[in-house]
Structures are given as structure tokens and as C-alpha cells.
T-cell receptor, first 115, second 120 residues
Framework: AQKVTQAQTEISVVEKEDVTLDCVYE???????LFWYKQPPSGELVFLIR??????QNEISGRYSWNFQKSTSSFNFTITASQVVDSAVYFC????????????FGTGTSLTVIP | GAGVSQTPSNKVTEKGKYVELRCDPI?????LYWYRQSLGQGPEFLIY????????DSGLPNDRFFAVRPEGSVSTLKIQRTERGDSAVYLC??????????????????FGPGTRLTVL
């Protein structure tokens, strides 16, 4: 069965600190996609990144970076030099060949960046 | 360009009433999805449309829930005989092609702001 676990429910950091949000997934498929979304207080889910199971290269986009490790079934997200605007709930999601259309979301990690 | 839009942003209704929630996807996106998000949880899949047809409605919780997309663009989620447990944020998403062919489940889904439904 497909499952996404975000063990960190809430995290608070002081501005300019680095923070890593964990995501562990389960799937029996060898072909799958992983996503991160940001949900600010306004409520709209904002797409951040998509990764397929065949590409384990880490990715960096500005202050954001992602570490994909198939050996541990993890797809962790790091924010460097956090800012107050990073405060939001972050969701990790999985889509695989078996489920196809639907995304399986974790329960989210609520990040608060304190000025 | 315009993103996914949903109306109303908030809906308060009484138990037993009928409600309709509307979603307008990104122009040109053939795939449309409905999710439900309860407080403190991630979104849960309800139904997926490819064009006008519901290709996967396995997430609809019961027969009080129904969705249509008659012209392959705007979709309406309909809930009959609402119950207090239906209170949640209903999210709509669209993607360029959705599932199918060699690239099942690969398209990024872009979400709307949601409709917060409160059943009193």
C-alpha cells in the first residue's frame, strides 16, 4: 500500500536557521513520483518540486534543497537561512503507477519561522 | 496565467441541506481532481476527471457525493443531505494530461484555494 509519513508535526526555528523537513514513503512500485507542496495560511497548496523514482540526484533551488534517497525511502526537504515567509504547512506526496491519478499526501509539517 | 479557481471560498450550511462546490481549472488542463482536507490532515483524494468523464471515483466516501464535468472544463462537486462530518476544506486541482499512457500519475497537480465547507 502507498503511504507517506511526515513524522514532524510542528517545527519552530529562528529566522536564518536551516531546517530540514522529513518525508518517508512506502510503495511497491518501482516507478513513482514524489512531490512537495507548501500550504501558507491562505490555504492554497503551492507546488514546489516533483521527482521521479529514477532520478536520485539532489536538487537545489535557491534556498530550497531536496535529498532523495531510495535506500531509505526518504525525500527530505531543507530550507537554508529560513525566513518568516517560509512559515507554512509543508506536505510531501506520492504518486505511483498503481494509484496513477491520485496523490497520497502525508499529514504535513507545520513550520514556524520566528523573527 | 490564471490558476485554479474555486467558488465559494466559504460555505456554511445546515445539516441535511444540499451544496454545490465549483472548480474552474487552469485553461487547457484536461485532468481535474477533487480532494478533501480535514483539519490537521493532508488532502485525501475524492475523484478524478479526464475530460468529461470520471475516470476514478474511488475516493468518494458514499453516494451522497457526486461530481460532474459536463463540458470538460468546469467541475461541480455536489453533496446531498450534508452531515457535520462533511465539514472540511474541499480542494480542486488540475493537471495538463493526468494519468494514462506511458506517464501515468506523473503530471504535477496545481491546486486551487479551496472551499471551506461548514455543516452546522
Amino acid at each position: 500500500a502507498q503511504k507517506v509519513t511526515q513524522a514532524q508535526t510542528e517545527i519552530s526555528v529562528v529566522e536564518k536557521e536551516d531546517v530540514t523537513l522529513d518525508c518517508v514513503y512506502e510503495t511497491r512500485d518501482t516507478t513513482y513520483y514524489l512531490f512537495w507542496y507548501k500550504q501558507p495560511p491562505s490555504g492554497e497548496l503551492v507546488f514546489l518540486i516533483r521527482r521521479n523514482s529514477f532520478d536520485e540526484q539532489n536538487e537545489i533551488s535557491g534556498r530550497y534543497s531536496w535529498n532523495f534517497q531510495k535506500s531509505t525511502s526518504s525525500f527530505n526537504f531543507t530550507i537554508t537561512a529560513s525566513q518568516v515567509v517560509d512559515s507554512a504547512v509543508y506536505f510531501c506526496a506520492l504518486s505511483d503507477v498503481d494509484t496513477g491519478n491520485q496523490f497520497y499526501f502525508g499529514t504535513g509539517t507545520s513550520l514556524t519561522v520566528i523573527p | 496565467g490564471a490558476g485554479v479557481s474555486q467558488t465559494p471560498s466559504n460555505k456554511v450550511t445546515e445539516k441535511g441541506k444540499y451544496v454545490e462546490l465549483r472548480c474552474d481549472p487552469i485553461s487547457g488542463h484536461t485532468a481535474l481532481y477533487w480532494y478533501r482536507q480535514s483539519l490537521g490532515q493532508g488532502p485525501e483524494f475524492l475523484i478524478y476527471f479526464q475530460g468529461t468523464g470520471a475516470a476514478d471515483d474511488s475516493g468518494l466516501p458514499n453516494d451522497r457525493f457526486f461530481a460532474v464535468r459536463p463540458e470538460g472544463s468546469v467541475s461541480t462537486l455536489k453533496i446531498q443531505r450534508t452531515e457535520r462530518g462533511d465539514s472540511a476544506v474541499y480542494l480542486c486541482a488540475s493537471s495538463h494530461t493526468g494519468a494514462g499512457g506511458l506517464f501515468r500519475g506523473t503530471d504535477t497537480q496545481y491546486f486551487g484555494p479551496g472551499t471551506r465547507l461548514t455543516v452546522l
